[in-house]
């Protein structure tokens, strides 16, 4: 669940708000907190809540049936949000109608990353290559024609499991020429988010803090907006403090050739002639002003079903989800941001005009303005209301 859970820093904590506020603010504060933290348990099952039964509800997951799956599916349809819609390339389809699509299969060069919570080991990812999506579920909704993987692979033997495993390298995979889509109605490209290799200690395999990036390109912490010194750090056994600036220090973001490929495809689908749609998943904000202007479409799906957005694109449903957060101009301005205040940045503005800000989100109409937007996009709060 994220925070802190170790008793003796805890109590440090409450000591020293009793120190600041007094006795029973503090004891308020923390039952307050308490609550806020059980009743996330309570309300999802996770503890002795009375009211669900855990064997009841595994049975109806386990053994689903069509209509519960297709409910499902619907909600996670739902969540999808359409930044992007030039010329209104997504459109209402029809379910006995498929466009046919060219679908590039994403590889992913070899990386290291930190291990878990990063308290072990760096490991050696192995490159891979795939469709990023099962081909089942795309042919679901599209004819489908995607690149060839040689039989044959050359990359570095993975030795790291029982059994030793070929991999691939960029060599053996076979990108579709204009030939081989010129049939096609549109290039959909499924991509991943950045993926930083420390993601959530922000360090170096030697140590040393590096930025975090939520671009593909290597970004370099070198601008007036990035404090040299840390606010925050451990007490050193000298008697100093760590400072976990990572002033003047680059990004480790393993998946850049991922850039690569949305680039690319687009280049190939302008000189088909035919739109190029991206579905973006994603957990967080993103800077998309590396190949926003060279796309004719953007999908986002955040964590959840990337089956959800090929029915968008396909027309099948209607997109009516909305940007539950900013997505930043860029790396810049994300290091401009205060990091204790939200809805605070300057997003990015496609070449459409449009500006992806909280609760933004496209129809097949164009920008949605419903009541939820009415609710949701209103003046950010600054200070308790209580």
Not at 102 to 129: E, H, L
């Amino acid at each position: 669940m994220g925070g802190c859970n170790e008793p003796d820093q805890l109590m440090s904590a409450y000591e020293d708000q009793v120190a600041s506020v007094g006795e029973s603010e503090a004891d308020a504060n923390f039952r307050a907190v308490a609550k806020r933290l059980l009743l996330g348990y309570f309300n999802t099952g996770l503890f002795e809540d009375p009211y669900v039964d855990p064997n009841v509800a595994k049975k109806t997951v386990d053994l689903a049936d069509e209509a519960i799956e297709a409910e499902a599916l619907a909600m996670q349809v739902k969540g999808i949000v359409m930044l992007k819609n030039h010329g209104n390339v997504i459109k209402a389809g029809a379910e006995d109608s498929k466009l046919k699509a060219y679908v590039p299969m994403r590889f992913i060069k070899a990386f290291r990353q930190s291990g878990t919570m990063d308290t072990a080991p760096w490991t050696d990812t192995p490159a891979s290559c795939s469709l990023p999506l099962s081909e089942g579920i795309l042919s679901q909704y599209f004819d489908v024609v995607t690149d060839t993987l040689a039989e044959e692979l050359t990359g570095p033997v993975d030795e790291s499991g029982d059994v030793p495993m070929a991999t691939p390298a960029l060599e053996d995979l076979t990108r579709c020429t204009v030939d081989d889509i010129k049939d096609c109605d549109l290039v959909l490209v499924c991509a991943a988010a950045p993926f930083n290799a420390s993601a959530r200690g922000g360090k170096s395999e030697e140590g040393t803090f590096v930025p975090l990036s939520v671009q593909y390109r290597p970004y370099t912490a070198d601008n007036e907006h990035v404090r040299q010194v840390s606010l925050a750090g451990d007490l050193l056994e000298d008697g100093t403090r760590e400072n976990r600036s990572y002033y003047g220090r680059t990004s480790q973001v393993t998946n850049e050739y991922q850039l690569d490929q949305i680039l690319e495809a687009a280049a190939l689908a302008k000189e088909v002639g035919i739109p190029c749609v991206v579905v973006l998943d994603i957990m967080q904000p993103m800077c998309v002003h590396e190949f926003e202007d060279q796309v004719d479409a953007i999908v986002v799906s955040m964590s959840g079903s990337t089956e959800a957005a090929c029915r968008i694109v396909a027309g099948l449903d209607e997109p009516s989800g909305l940007l539950p957060m900013q997505m930043p101009k860029d790396m810049l301005d994300v290091e401009a941001s205060p990091e204790d205040t939200s809805r605070d940045m300057t997003c990015y503005t496609d070449a459409d005009g449009n500006t992806y800000d909280f609760a933004f989100g496209l129809n097949w109409s164009g920008v949605i303005d419903d009541d939820r937007v009415t609710a949701y996009k209103v003046p950010v709060l600054t200070k308790p209301e209580w």
